[in-house]
């Protein structure tokens, strides 16, 4: 079956602009997770949702990161005021059900803050 | 504080040439060792999920195991496709923490 999508696959941006980065979760999960990596790093965990609502947003670097999941499917990582310091791979990862079960991730959206 | 470190940060194989990579952790109540790979400009693969001490997994030439404190991830004679970064991470409270990964290359 299909895995989790993301759209873009690449995004370059200017500093100070806004930015959306779209997941599209395995049909039929219900936990969706955002992580952030970085050249030669393991991903860092930014946000994730059970359902509609974000359960733990505790990794997100400031108020420049927002996320939403208004339908319970399909998420968008929102970042205004970008800085080169965003800059990376933003990765986005689904479950089957809360937070017992493997989570599988997509292929990415790199990220480039010029 | 939950921690995962892995080594070493990078590896090179001849193809047939066994090897272990390694994952150290300290984590309050483990709820999971995750092993992925991860191939260049794509996301983590899941390899395995470990639980508790003493168990193993086994998948072609992979097998990852665990103790109290570490996870290995043994590789029995490589062969160049299985060239990638090997991530481990460590489940807590449903968020998954990684170690910075071991690039793995297997020259033929």
């Known amino acids: 079956g299909a895995g989790v999508s993301q759209t873009p696959s690449n995004k370059v941006t200017e500093k100070g602009k806004y930015v959306e980065l779209r997941c599209d979760p395995i049909?039929?999960?219900?936990?969706l997770y955002w992580y952030r990596q970085s050249l030669g790093q393991g991903p860092e965990f930014l946000i994730y949702?059970?359902?509609?609502?974000?359960?733990?947003d505790s990794g997100l670097p400031n108020d420049r990161f927002f996320a939403v999941r208004p339908e319970g499917s399909v998420s968008t990582l929102k970042i205004q005021r970008t800085e080169r310091g965003d800059s990376a791979v933003y990765l986005c990862?689904?479950?089957?059900?809360?937070?017992?079960?493997?989570?599988?991730f997509g292929p990415g959206t790199r990220l480039t803050v010029l | 504080e939950d921690q995962v470190t892995q080594s070493p940060e990078a590896l090179r194989l001849q193809e047939g040439e066994s090897s272990s990579l390694n994952c150290s952790y300290t984590?309050?109540?483990?709820?999971?060792l995750f092993w992925y790979r991860q191939d260049p400009g794509k996301g983590p693969e899941f390899l395995f999920t470990?639980?508790?001490a003493g168990e193993e997994k086994e998948k072609e030439r992979l097998k990852a195991t665990i103790t109290k404190k570490e996870s290995f991830l043994h590789i029995t004679a490589p062969k160049p496709e299985d060239s990638a970064t090997y991530l481990c991470?460590?489940?807590?409270?449903?968020?998954?923490?990684f170690g910075q990964g071991t690039e793995l290359s297997v020259k033929p």
């Open positions: 949702f059970q359902g509609t609502g974000a359960a733990d």
């Open positions: 049909s039929g999960h219900t936990a």
């Open positions: 991470a460590v489940r807590v409270r449903g968020k998954l923490i």
């Open positions: 470990l639980y508790s």
């Open positions: 990862a689904s479950s089957l059900s809360g937070t017992a079960d493997t989570q599988y």
């Open positions: 984590v309050s109540g483990l709820r999971g």
